[in-house]
């Protein structure tokens, strides 16, 4: 190239740079205040299946349920299912389950749900599967199912994503796959959307997790944004059960809320915090009465102990609480207040009532309490002594590892920075013992908000 083709090409670049840069500004900040929401037409649902999403209704080492949705003019479909294999030629082998359809009437319209169980499969194996209508298939997923002996493993907890979930939780559950790619499953803590029976809001839920969701099996429990006002009285949202399909065996009227698995060795419960509690109480009782597992975690929504301000659960600890202590459940995976904060070993026996202070101890129980956040909706901190690692403003995701005596945590923030760690041991008998691994970075607090100035009275006259 000759020094004068050069100089003009790089007069063109200067010149047509400092126009974008004198118009691309000005561009973006009036789509910004224009800013809309996808159309309706983004969200309604086709031919062609989506919200696909793994779900255990029974053993994670022999069965996995799959669900999914599409236009309602499909009223039959399938899933098929083959042991994976590098070769292509997946559909020779496979076999072929009949879905369950059920319609699901929304504010966009009727869609058709899909779900079905795949039985009789062999434990830690990997399986290839696709569902659809015989024309229209889904792509072939895979996933593992769980071994029959308590292996290691690792698993992903979100507290609420709820809020701007298209927006700003997706980076959240991708950068946690990035952490953790071969997690065994996604616990949700419950506020999955904000408003319980706006399908354009589980439609975000549903495409920031996206492929995830097909390959990594998920385990929800209800919050209170699940909950939708009918009259006075607050009931599940229609969408909850045919989104998932989950495990039947908690307290009647409770289906697919409150519930049981096992998997590899640690005793999973999600709990329903929105309704039946005294129920719940009872059977959980019964339930960890009956545990031969070598580890139990507890997920439900609102918090034994409040990291929020003026948010404090007070009868729902009364009834939980004590149960959780009489079994020394091992680790309380909660959401609800929009900030972070978890507990060591003691926490404030159950009479007292945190929200005020109260330090009473109890003796070890060796529980462990976390309140975590995952969505872009924040609280201001309620600070309490008895939880040493605490956050405000900060959007996190939890990646938990269990492997025989030893359960590891760790809390990492949006940006993958780990934020707060710790091991539990098993004993011999008593308690666990907790080894503090929070690492030595600052704790992170939202700025302060200035108090606005005071108007002036020419002000108040304009
Ligand atoms: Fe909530
Ligand atoms: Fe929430």
């Known amino acids: 190239m000759t020094g004068s083709l050069m100089q003009i090409r790089f007069t063109t670049t ?26 309706d037409s983004f969200w309604q649902p ?18 996995q349920s799959v669900t999914w949705r599409t236009s309602a003019d499909v009223t039959a479909a399938a899933a098929q299912i083959t042991i994976a294999d590098p070769g292509p ?43 659809g209508d015989g024309q229209q298939w889904s792509e072939w997923f895979q996933f593992r199912t769980a071994k029959a002996t308590s292996e290691p493993f690792s698993f992903i907890y979100f507290g609420d994503a709820q809020n701007d979930i298209r927006s700003k939780w997706s980076r959240v559950i991708r ?28 439609g975000e839920w549903f495409g920031a997790g996206a492929w995830m969701n097909a390959m990594v099996p998920n385990i929800p429990v ?19 059960r045919p ?18 698995l096992v998997y590899q060795g640690v005793r999973i419960i999600g709990l329903n915090s929105n309704e039946k509690q005294a129920e719940q109480a009872v059977w959980l009782d019964d339930l960890l009465t009956k545990n031969t597992e070598k580890w139990v975690i507890c997920t439900f929504h609102h918090p034994m102990f409040s990291t929020g301000k003026d948010r404090d659960n007070k009868e729902l600890r009364a009834q939980w609480k004590p149960i959780l202590d009489k079994h020394r459940v091992d680790l309380v995976l909660q ?9 060591g070993l003691e926490t404030p026996v159950a009479a007292a009532n945190a929200g005020t202070g109260a330090n009473a101890r109890d003796t070890f129980t060796g529980t462990v309490y976390v309140v975590s956040v995952s969505g872009p909706k924040m609280y201001n901190l309620q600070r309490h002594p008895f939880m040493p690692r605490q956050a405000e403003g900060t959007q996190l995701y939890q990646i938990i590892h269990v492997n025989g005596d030893k359960l590891g945590f760790e809390a990492y923030t949006a940006t993958g920075e780990l934020y707060d760690a710790f091991t539990l041991t098993k004993q011999a008998s008593g308690p666990n013992s907790l080894l503090e691994q929070i690492p030595d970075t600052p704790e992170r607090l939202r700025p302060p908000v200035a108090a606005e100035p005071a108007k002036k009275a020419s002000d108040v006259l304009k």
């Not at 740079?17 to 910004?32: D, E, F, H, K, R």
């Not at 796959?177 to 589980?202: C, R, S």
């Not at 209800?222 to 909850?240: D, F, K, V, Y």
């Not at 998932?244 to 409150?258: K, R, S």
Request: charged share 15%.
């Open 14 to 39: 200067w010149l047509s740079g400092w126009i974008c840069v004198l118009t691309l500004p000005s561009m973006v900040l009036a789509q910004q205040a224009a800013a809309l929401n996808p159309p």
């Open 46 to 63: 086709t031919r062609v299946p989506d919200r696909i999403v793994l779900t255990w209704s029974e053993d994670p080492a022999t069965t």
């Open 89 to 131: 030629d997946l559909e020779k082998t496979a076999e072929t389950f009949v879905a369950v359809t059920e319609p699901l009437a929304t504010n966009l319209g009727t869609a058709h749900y899909h779900s079905a169980t795949f039985k009789g499969l062999k434990p830690g194996t990997q399986y290839a599967y696709r569902v």
């Open 175 to 202: 950068a946690a796959w990035q952490g953790a790619p071969k997690a065994a499953f996604m616990i949700h803590a419950g506020d999955l959307i904000n408003t319980a029976e706006t399908d354009q809001e589980w």
């Open 222 to 240: 209800p919050g209170n944004h699940e909950m939708a006002r009918r009259g006075t009285a607050r009931q599940l949202s229609h969408h909850w």
């Open 243 to 260: 989104s998932f399909t989950l495990p039947q065996n908690g307290p009647a009227g409770l289906e697919e809320t409150c519930f049981t």
């Open 335 to 343: 959401g609800h207040d929009h900030t972070y904060g978890r507990t």
